[in-house]
């Protein structure tokens, strides 16, 4: 049973429940009627089968009180059940089988015996050497030498009953498929519940919080129902709770970061009067502000999605240009570009910041985590852009891959590095992108066999 239960899905267990069921009842109903059916027939038939044996027994009595009784002509005159036929052994003859229609091959000899050495009647139940089915009577004539049998036939009865056999086996495969119908019925109104819940929590997974499950007038459900919906409520207002102390402290650092900034270029403008010691604390100043810099946008641009308040302006893009704008801005010339055949003139329908963001957020992850990209590969479909970012570093484990583009996740790659690396929104902003262009973001090995990783993009392919 614990490989059903960790075997099959939890509808095909109550399928197989239901026809199981089924099937034991159905064959445990008709064993039964078989077997009653059956006893009672051979019952009724022995029975009907005795009363006309003794009384032909009484006429051969009867006739044996005779001077000379011809036994041949009563055989043939005595009435039989169906399938009965009479025989007669007179030991005194010298022929002392007299029957009109069996020979003493038909009888059992074990039955002669018993009659012809015992007293009162006897019954036998055998196959015949022709293998039918029959059962025998006997009985010793008193004060004669002469024994009286009778043959019944029992093969209508036996017929009769593989009938009944072969209807109860129909019946009992019918009434497992019914059973398994039922099952299939059933399962389906208990698991409707489960299936509305799974839907919930999947759209609440992919980020539509306000998904509730609907009101069902059932008790017994009324208690999940409620708890799913106040748990969803809960989490929506934690999430919304927290998007905006982000939101709201990310605003509140951008004016103080405004004045540093402003601060540091006042400085870096009078900077050959600074002492050399001075100088270097104005370079450590700078790139910490713009870093910090850099997080508050970040932290922003996150808040914005969350809230789905991003003000994105899609317009068809050539995707070769948008990259080799992105590698010129960010002084990344020296990687090979390389572009496939025909995706020269490819246009993605896309944000140009975001998108921008994007590329640039996944060579600057290369520069900081794999020592720095090695190609970009543009390749196109007829229906998808793929942008392919492979660098030459130790490579993402298998069980990283999906956790690196998450928020403040930062790679085993990035713990080596120390903390100074970044705070681990760049690849979330990345997967938050793409998402928004209805593409995939995904990193797998390198297939040329060197070591490496390649981040892949891969976008909608826009038609004019």
Known sequence: ????????????????????????????????????????????????????????????????LSADPSYSELLRSLPQVAGGSPILRDTDEENPWIAPALTAADLPSS???????????????????????SL??????????????????????????????????VASFGTTMLSALLGVWASTRVLAPLTSISSAAGSIAAGDLSTRLEERADPDLETIIDSFNNMAGSL????????????????????????????????????????????????????????????????????????????????????AQLLQAVMRTTNHLDITLN??????????????????QVISNLLENADKYAGGATAVNLVCSNHNIRIEVSDAGSGVPTDERNLVFERFARGSAARRRGSGGGAGLG??????????????????????????????VELPRFHE
């Open 111 to 133: 039955l002669v015996s018993m009659t012809e050495s015992g007293d009162g009647a006897f019954r036998m139940r055998y196959d015949r050497p022709d293998g039918v089915s």
């Open 427 to 456: 690849l979330a902003l990345v997967a938050e992108h793409v998402r928004l262009h209805n593409g995939r973001v995904w990193v797998e090995d390198r297939t040329d066999g060197l070591d490496g990783s390649v981040f892949v």
């Open 339 to 356: 572009v496939g055949q025909g995706s020269d003139e490819a246009l993605v329908n896309g944000d140009k910041r975001r998108l921008f």
């Open 236 to 319: 929506e207002a934690r999430i919304e709770r927290d998007a905006r102390f982000a939101s709201d402290v990310s605003h509140e650092l951008r004016s103080p970061l405004m004045t540093l900034r402003a601060s540091i270029e006042v400085l870096e403008s009078r900077r050959d009067e600074l002492s050399e010691r001075s100088q270097a604390a104005l370079d450590l100043l700078s790139d910490d502000v713009h870093r910090f810099q850099r997080l508050v946008e970040d932290l922003l641009e996150i808040s914005r999605s969350d809230a789905g308040s991003l003000d994105a302006s899609f317009d068809p893009l050539l995707v």
């Open 1 to 64: 049973m614990s490989v059903l239960r960790n075997g099959l899905r939890l509808r095909a267990r109550i399928v197989l429940a239901f026809a199981l069921g089924g099937l034991f009842l159905s064959v445990l109903l008709s064993a039964i009627t078989y077997s009653v059916t059956r006893s009672t027939n051979l019952d009724q038939r022995t029975e009907s089968a005795e009363r006309q044996f003794f009384a032909n027994a009484a006429s051969i009595q009867d006739l044996s």
């Open 136 to 169: 025998a009577l006997g009985v010793a004539i008193s004060n004669t030498n002469v024994s009286y049998f009778e043959v019944v036939t029992l093969s209508e009865l036996d017929g009769n009953l593989s009938s009944l056999l072969l209807t109860l086996f």
